[in-house]
C-alpha cells in the first residue's frame, strides 16, 4: 500500500489528470476562482469547500512548480508571489472559519483544523471522481462520475459540531 496522505494523493491527483504539466496562468485563474467562491459563499459548506478547493489547487500548483525541476529566475519569482499569495488567502479564509466555528459552536483552532482536515479529504474523494477530460483552457472537467461533494460535507461539518450544539444547549 502506498503513502496516504492529503498533500499526496493531490500529488498524485495531479500527476494522473496532467503529468504535472504547469500552465501558471490556468494555477493563478483556478486559485482565484476559489478564493471568490469562498468570498461569495452563503453557507458554511460553500465556505468550507472553497476553502479546501484552494488548499487542494495550491497544492497541486506547489508540487507542479517543483517538478519543474530546477527553476529560472522568471519561475522563482512567480511562485514566490503565488506562495506569498496562496498563504495570506488561506489564513483570511481560515480565520473566517475559525472566527464563525467559535461564535457558533465555541469550537477552537485545533477542532476547526481537524474539521478543514476532513473536508479536504471529501474534496480529494470527489476530485477522484472527475473525468480525465479537460476543457479549452486546460482545467479537467467534472464529467459524469463527479458528484457534489457539498452532502457530505454537511454531514462532517454536523459531526464536528455535534459535541458543541449539545453542550451550548445545556448551558
Same mark, same amino acid.
Given at each position: 500500500m502506498g503513502i496516504e496522505s492529503n498533500i499526496k494523493e493531490i500529488a498524485d491527483w495531479n500527476v494522473a489528470r496532467n503529468n504535472l504539466n504547469l500552465?501558471?496562468? /490556468?494555477? &493563478?485563474?483556478? @486559485?482565484? &476562482? &476559489?478564493? *471568490?467562491?469562498? #468570498?461569495?459563499?452563503?453557507? @458554511?459548506?460553500?465556505?468550507?469547500?472553497?476553502?479546501? =478547493?484552494?488548499?487542494?489547487? @495550491?497544492?497541486?500548483? !506547489?508540487? %507542479?512548480? /517543483?517538478?519543474e525541476g530546477v527553476p529560472n529566475v522568471e519561475l522563482v519569482a512567480w511562485w514566490k508571489r503565488l506562495e506569498e499569495w496562496g498563504a495570506?488567502? *488561506?489564513?483570511?479564509?481560515f480565520q473566517v472559519l475559525l472566527e464563525h466555528c467559535f461564535k457558533t459552536w465555541g469550537m477552537d483552532e485545533d477542532q476547526v483544523e481537524h474539521l478543514m482536515s476532513d473536508v /479536504? $479529504?471529501?474534496? #480529494?474523494?470527489? *476530485? %477522484?471522481? %472527475?473525468? $480525465?477530460? +479537460?476543457? !479549452?483552457?486546460? +482545467?479537467?472537467? +467534472?464529467? =459524469? %462520475?463527479?458528484v457534489d461533494p457539498e452532502l457530505t460535507l454537511s454531514e462532517v461539518i *454536523?459531526? $464536528?459540531?455535534?459535541?458543541?450544539?449539545k453542550n451550548k444547549k445545556t448551558h
Open positions: 500552465d501558471t496562468t /490556468l494555477e &493563478e485563474e483556478m @486559485l482565484s &476562482e &476559489e478564493f *471568490n467562491e469562498f #468570498i461569495m459563499a452563503e453557507t @458554511l459548506e460553500s465556505m468550507v469547500d472553497a476553502y479546501a =478547493d484552494f488548499t487542494y489547487v @495550491l497544492e497541486g500548483s !506547489r508540487v %507542479k512548480y /517543483l517538478a495570506e488567502c *488561506n489564513s483570511y479564509m /479536504l $479529504h471529501v474534496v #480529494i474523494e470527489a *476530485n %477522484k471522481a %472527475k473525468s $480525465h477530460d +479537460k476543457d !479549452r483552457y486546460g +482545467k479537467v472537467v +467534472k464529467g =459524469d %462520475k463527479w *454536523n459531526a $464536528h459540531t455535534a459535541e458543541h450544539t
